[in-house]
């Protein structure tokens, strides 16, 4: 009895100790980590209206003329992190979803990482691919009435950058992203006055405004533009627009004399 324990803790032992072993063996190359990505957005620009897509373009360098590279982009969420690395590392990449129905009637929901898989050709040192984010994110697949399954790919109001990762054979070896950008609109502005009741003519009065949920200054410059008019002749008697950056929270103050 006390030899069939024996063996039994043997060969556990020994199952355990071979699951650690296990690695992946990476083809014969150069070097490892040297290689590198740029992204650059399309006209370098940190801000991009709603429902305009988005276009940008991956270089990669310094690579191993004898290895097979992977290449994979995806969108992240910037309110988390600025980082390319989806797996290991805190780029939040995001997901496009929408409901349809099939020919009996039957609701289905769909939905699909932002991003695509690029298979780079062996021996080149260089490589360059330019891509879009297209406004509607086909799924591949067609509803009820033959009508191609898309959903908005990006959020109005939200910012978002792009992360790139290089494989080979499903190990990473270098990460990267692109600069920031605010995408649509956001933000809203409230008026509280700071004076009750009607207003004699040539009395002092104030008011103020606040916005809210604005995009930083770091992305897009916003500006607020107010006027008083009166309602008798609807003329214009005071405006002005405010050019200096705003950040969120924002309260301006205006004395009228």
Not at 104 to 119: M, N, P, R
Not at 148 to 165: A, K, Q
């Amino acid at each position: 009895m006390a030899n069939n324990v024996w063996k039994a803790v043997s060969l556990t032992s020994f199952l355990v100790l071979s699951s650690f072993l296990y690695v992946t063996k990476l083809p014969n190359a150069t070097a490892y980590g040297n290689e590198t990505i740029q992204v650059d957005i399309d006209g370098a620009s940190t801000y991009i209206e709603y429902l305009e897509g988005v276009t940008f373009t991956i270089t990669l360098s310094d690579l191993d003329t004898n290895v097979n590279y992977d290449l994979e982009w995806r969108i992240c969420d910037e309110r988390y992190s600025s980082d390319g690395d989806w797996v290991d590392g805190n780029c939040n990449d995001i997901e496009t979803y929408t409901e349809y129905t099939d020919s009996l009637g039957e609701i289905h929901y769909a939905e699909a990482k932002v991003g695509e898989s690029i298979t780079i050709p062996t021996g080149v040192e260089t490589y360059t691919w330019q891509t879009n984010i297209p406004t509607m994110w086909n799924h591949g697949i067609t509803d009820g009435q033959g009508n191609n399954v898309e959903s908005y790919t990006l959020h109005n109001g939200d910012t978002y950058h792009v992360g790139v990762m290089l494989t080979i054979s499903g190990v990473t070896i270098q990460t990267g992203e692109s600069t920031p950008f605010a995408y649509g609109h956001s933000g809203y502005t409230s008026l509280y006055p700071q004076t009750s009741g009607n207003i004699l003519e040539n009395m002092d009065y104030s008011f103020s405004i606040t916005n809210e949920n604005i995009f930083s200054s770091n992305y897009v410059q916003s500006m607020i533009n107010w006027e008083i008019t009166d309602d008798s002749t609807t003329q214009v008697v005071a405006q002005t627009v405010m050019t200096q950056p705003l950040d969120h929270p924002n309260q301006i103050g205006i004395i009228m004399q």
